[in-house]
């Protein structure tokens, strides 16, 4: 049975509209995690939360944003989507920080119109 | 500083046969190495991982070797079939550093 759930598994947006992406988990985790992959590359991350502590790295672009409403959900925002933003977008979980295995969602594939 | 070389990028055995990949570390506080194997439209799955006070870490087909004084850590793969094929990422983290690093990923393809 799936842990960590993304929804929608597709989307697709028009330039500077503005998109979505949730993300769920059934294992309690307090740590969760958005990736932005692109093809062919390893997962880039973008920001974190540990519980309601929001990190955010320090090259993500500013219309990104994110939420956490409670424990097991966890939604990315793109404010102004451009061209660029097309990619593969991941969903990860840990228990904590100290060196717990991450586990991936399956991903939304974002295509920007 | 944090970047993790891995080589190769792409990797094409014979059904039957071993596959090795490799990672090199720089960050010498690097504790924890897990390997994540990606299939096509999925996410990263974790497969193995090993910690720094270990030097190798084995599970049925696939093991991990761990060189603290080289830095490097490597993923071996023994009688490998057609389901192998993959992209295959390495990562490092420390305690200091708390998110993980990760390789460039290397794509194995295993012929039938």
């Known amino acids: ?27 309690n985790h307090n740590v969760m995690y958005w990736y932005q992959q692109k093809s062919s590359q390893a997962p880039k991350l973008l920001f974190h939360y540990y519980d309601k502590d929001f990190n955010n790295e320090a090259d993500t672009p ?27 977008y991941l969903c990860a979980t840990s228990r904590d920080y100290s060196n717990q295995p991450q586990h991936f969602g399956d991903g939304t594939r974002l295509s920007i119109l | 500083g944090e970047n993790v070389e891995q080589h190769p990028s792409t990797l094409s055995v014979q059904e039957g046969d071993s596959a090795v990949i490799k990672c090199t570390y720089s960050d010498s506080a690097s504790n924890y190495f897990p390997w994540y194997k990606q299939e096509l439209g999925k996410g990263p799955q ?67």
């Open chain 1, 62 to 88: 500013d219309n990104f944003q994110s939420r956490r409403p409670n424990t097991s959900f966890c939604f990315l925002d793109i404010r102004s989507p451009g061209l660029g933003d097309a990619a593969m």
């Open chain 2, 46 to 112: 974790l497969i193995i991982d090993i910690r720094s006070n270990v030097g190798e870490k084995k599970d049925q087909r696939i093991a991990v070797t761990l060189n603290k004084t080289a830095k490097h850590f490597s993923l071996h793969i023994t009688e490998t079939q057609p389901e192998d094929s993959a992209v295959y990422f390495c990562a490092r983290r420390s305690d200091a550093g708390n998110m993980l690093t990760f390789g460039g990923g290397t794509r194995l393809m295993v012929k039938p």
């Open chain 1, 1 to 27: 049975d799936a842990m960590v759930i993304q929804n929608p598994r597709y989307q697709v947006t028009q330039f500077g509209k503005p998109v979505t992406l949730s993300c769920s988990q059934t294992l």
